[in-house]
């Protein structure tokens, strides 16, 4: 099992800045990847930014420029630095996790329970 544990959410105010981080533990060897994933309401959950291991990098168009994701690997601790927000950042933010089994290294796949970002003025 993988447990993620997310933090720094709250509000703030457009323009301002918040950040977020996700520490991950469990029986795993390996973590291949963590991201940041946001819902709004009536919406779909989409995609804000992931990172590798390695350090690789994917950002949503939304918010290029704007988000930087980070990690310490020592840590297994993901973070994500949101600069210049808008109103339409608010979301509930979720930490995702890939990682490979300390059992058998097949993939192990976990979710945070999400925190709350709210900008609004």
């Known amino acids: 099992q993988v447990q993620l544990v997310e933090s720094g959410g709250g509000l703030v105010q457009p323009g301002g800045s918040l950040r977020l981080s996700c520490a991950a533990s469990?029986?795993?060897?390996?973590?291949?990847?963590m991201g940041w994933y946001r819902q709004a309401p009536g919406k779909q959950r989409e995609l804000v930014a992931t990172?590798?291991?390695?350090?690789?990098?994917v950002y949503a168009d939304s918010v290029k420029g704007r988000f930087v994701i980070s990690r310490d690997n020592a840590k297994n601790t993901v973070y994500l630095q949101m600069s210049s927000l808008k109103s339409e950042d608010t979301a509930v933010y979720y930490c995702?996790?890939?990682?490979?089994?300390?059992?058998?290294?097949?993939?192990?796949?976990?979710w945070g329970q999400g925190t709350q970002v709210t900008v609004s003025s």
């Open positions: 995702n996790l890939e990682a490979q089994s300390a059992l058998d290294r097949s993939r192990v796949n976990g």
């Open positions: 469990g029986m795993f060897f390996s973590i291949n990847a």
């Open positions: 990172i590798t291991r390695g350090g690789s990098t």
